[in-house]
């Protein structure tokens, strides 16, 4: 079956300028996380939802990123007035209902720079 | 202190080689623990869970010790294409909360 998909896979933006980045988790999953991965670094996590609610926003770094769920599918994560400091790779994850040993499938990221 | 701390490497290793990279965690409520591995620019992809019995796939062996809080992996006779980087990843009772480790670059020489 399809993985995770994320759209764009690249993308360019000048400082300032708003972005947003999509997310399409495996059918069916429940959970959907977003993480900030920047050069030589792990991921590290943003946001998570479970269906459409967002239990866990603690990650965002500031109040220009914003991330919705609305029908509990479909994610997208959106950075207004784009820093150069935000450029890195936006990985999106998904997993089935909650458990100790879920693995979290990873879509192939957006890679964003911000000139 | 980082949450969950690996050595960064690079190991650069020949072929054949046995390998073995540990992980500290500084959270004792930790739950969950995996062993991810990323290509490079790709994506993470789930390599092992990691239970407190210890487990083991194939050429792969991963341990932890809670009274330690280290989780150890271990490569037996490493292939070209174990070459990667190998990130710790801690996590709740519940699968979420992951934290992830800054990983260990491996390079398996021919």
């Known amino acids: 079956g399809a993985g995770v998909s994320q759209s764009p896979r690249y993308k360019v933006a000048k400082r300032g300028q708003d972005v947003a980045l999509r997310c399409d988790p495996i059918s069916g999953h429940v959970s959907l996380f977003w993480y900030q991965q920047a050069l030589g670094q792990g991921p590290e996590f943003l946001t998570y939802f479970q269906n459409e609610a967002q239990l866990d926003k603690s990650g965002l770094p500031s109040d220009r990123f914003f991330a919705e769920r609305p029908e509990g599918s479909v994610s997208t994560l959106k950075i207004q007035r784009t820093q150069q400091e935000d450029s890195a790779v936006y990985l999106c994850?998904?997993?089935?209902?909650?458990?100790?040993?879920?693995?979290?499938?990873f879509g192939p990221g957006t890679r964003l720079l911000v000139l | 202190r980082k949450e969950v701390e690996q050595d960064p490497g690079p190991f650069n290793v020949p072929e054949g080689a046995t390998v073995a990279f540990n992980c500290t965690y500084s959270n004792s409520a930790s739950q969950s623990f995996f062993w991810y591995r990323q290509d490079c620019r790709k994506e993470p992809k789930l390599l092992m869970s990691v239970y407190s019995s210890g487990n083991e796939d194939g050429r792969f062996t991963a341990q932890l010790n809670r009274a330690s809080q280290y989780i150890s992996l271990l490569i037996r006779d490493s292939k070209l294409s174990d070459s990667a980087t190998y990130l710790c990843v801690v996590g709740d009772n519940y699968g979420q909360n992951f934290v992830f480790g800054p990983g260990t670059r491996l390079s398996v020489l021919p």
């Open positions: 994850a998904s997993s089935a209902r909650g458990g100790p040993s879920k693995t979290q499938y």
